[in-house]
């Protein structure tokens, strides 16, 4: 089969083509729906700080002189600093 009658491959991680000079790699899709939501948190950069806020919602159910309480409020703010200074990037 020549080039010119390929047809194009739409799979993930496959090379794809719809003309003989143009190919192109077809990002994969997570199936999991939680893997996608995560990717999607990444790459808008809240991650960190979406995770924050739901630990604030937990940390409001807790007494506010409690040790977990401390803690929680400790780990929110280190989550905060890390979506303030850094990026997460892919392995």
């Given amino acids: 089969m020549s080039a ?4 194009p491959l739409f799979a993930p ?10 190919a192109w790699w077809v990002r994969e899709v997570p199936d999991d ?8 948190l ?3 950069g809240d991650y960190f700080e ?3 806020a739901s630990l604030e ?10 040790v977990e309480h ?8 280190q989550l905060l600093y890390l979506q303030k200074h850094y990026d997460i990037t892919k392995k």
């Fill in 4 to 7: 010119s009658q390929a047809q």
């Fill in 13 to 22: 991680g496959w090379l794809t083509t719809d003309h003989p000079s143009h």
């Fill in 33 to 40: 729906p939680q893997e996608l939501h995560l990717q999607a």
């Fill in 42 to 44: 990444v790459a808008s």
């Fill in 50 to 52: 979406t995770l924050a």
């Fill in 57 to 66: 919602q937990i940390v409001a159910a807790i007494p506010a002189n409690s």
């Fill in 70 to 77: 401390y803690q929680l409020q400790h780990i929110i703010g």
